[in-house]
């Protein structure tokens, strides 16, 4: 009697495959080890994550969760459909999460302040050289913050910049081919928020004073000051979908944002312009790159329902939960046009950050 044949996994039709699929629970591990069967299964798998990110539409937060297992996972949660699109193992606990840009996570190696660029739906990893900030590493991993890469690196064969602000005083940014980071030593106080728009990084410090940072020389940059003073305790820089520069103050002490766009001037003189409607557009707020959105469009500019509201601001903000015990983070929207805002998701851990899913 003849032994049956070993089945030929790798034969199996693509449709069956995708509706396997559709059964798994959207987990890094799940899709990993499906992948690694062979080549026709991790090509069902990118498949699989091609259409969760070319249907999703808005900014995804990113909510650190607690297993009855004791694990930690990161679940890339949408406010909007209340669901969790796609999660992660934590990762190695030395690594310390700084931000995200195009996609991509930033974490630092708190032991040798490496620089690690992470793209959480397909495991790739860049990685960069230790930043060195003379010989004083003492906190330097709770002092970065504000990453900001020019580009996606995939999308330019790896070439991109990353800027970051390394200290209330300083920023360094890492151009791809070079060796070492770079430190940029201009006179700013309390560096707020970056941000990257048509080739040049946008730096607004405490004051309320808006440089411009043209890096593109090798070994050789530019900072020029744009915008006098206009102080505010909180501010976010955001490229609007029209490629406007916009400056959104959270107002102290209660909900509420001012908004303003940049008039340029040839001069150190350009202005802030107060916006009263953002329109089709949506903000989203955080620690990290905010972005805008159209709410009748996506990423991609396809003309679609995102499911956001237009004229709306997304952010999250803390809440004190009382002395001795951890304060907790909600998700809000505020309607730009009648001043009023609304709980989308009350959370007792403190979310990282919003993220943009890119095509793989």
């Not at 996994?9 to 591990?29: K, M, Q, R, V």
């Not at 860049?126 to 906190?139: A, F, Q, S, T």
Request: net charge neutral; with cysteine; proline share 5%.
């Amino acid at each position: 009697m003849a032994l049956p044949s070993k089945p030929d996994w790798g034969a199996l039709n693509i449709d069956l495959l995708e509706s396997i699929l559709d059964y798994l629970l959207p987990t890094e591990e799940y899709l990993t080890t499906f992948s690694q069967v062979c080549i026709g299964w991790r090509y069902a798998v990118r498949e699989k994550l091609q259409h969760l990110l070319s249907i999703q539409r808005i900014s995804l937060l990113i909510l650190p969760r607690l297993y009855d297992n004791g694990k930690k996972r990161y679940c890339f949660y949408d406010v909007m459909k209340k669901k969790n699109l796609f999660s992660v193992q934590s990762w190695p606990r030395e690594w310390i999460y700084r931000g995200s840009s195009h996609g991509w996570l930033i974490l630092l190696d708190s032991n040798c302040y490496q620089v690690i660029l992470r793209k959480p739906f397909c495991r790739r990893e860049i990685r960069l050289p230790p930043i060195k900030e003379g010989e004083n590493y003492r906190h330097l991993g709770e002092r970065i913050s504000r990453c900001v890469l020019s580009v996606d690196p995939d999308s330019s064969k790896n070439e991109f910049v990353l800027m970051m602000k390394i200290s209330s005083f300083n920023i360094a940014f890492f151009k791809s081919g070079n060796k070492d980071w770079a430190y940029i030593e201009e006179q700013m106080c309390a560096v707020n928020d970056i941000v990257y728009i048509n080739g040049l990084f946008y730096v607004l410090d405490g004051f309320g004073v808006l440089y411009s940072c043209d890096v593109n020389s090798d070994g050789v940059w530019e900072v020029r000051k744009i915008t006098s003073p206009k102080f505010a305790p909180l501010s976010y820089l955001v490229e609007s979908p029209e490629g406007d520069l916009l400056r959104v103050i959270k107002q102290y002490g209660k909900p509420g944002f001012e908004i303003y766009k940049l008039v340029w001037s040839s001069s150190e003189n350009s202005r802030w312009e107060k916006v009263m409607s953002l329109g089709d557009v949506a903000l989203f707020l955080g620690d990290g790159e905010s972005v805008s959105v159209k709410a009748s469009s996506d990423f991609l500019g396809r003309q679609t329902d995102s499911g956001c509201q237009p004229n709306s601001i997304y952010y999250y903000e803390s809440k004190a939960s009382g002395v001795w015990t951890q304060s907790y983070y909600s998700t809000y929207v505020f309607n730009v046009n009648d001043g009023t805002w609304t709980l989308l998701h009350p959370y007792h851990l403190p979310p990282l950050d919003w993220i943009s899913p890119k095509p793989l």
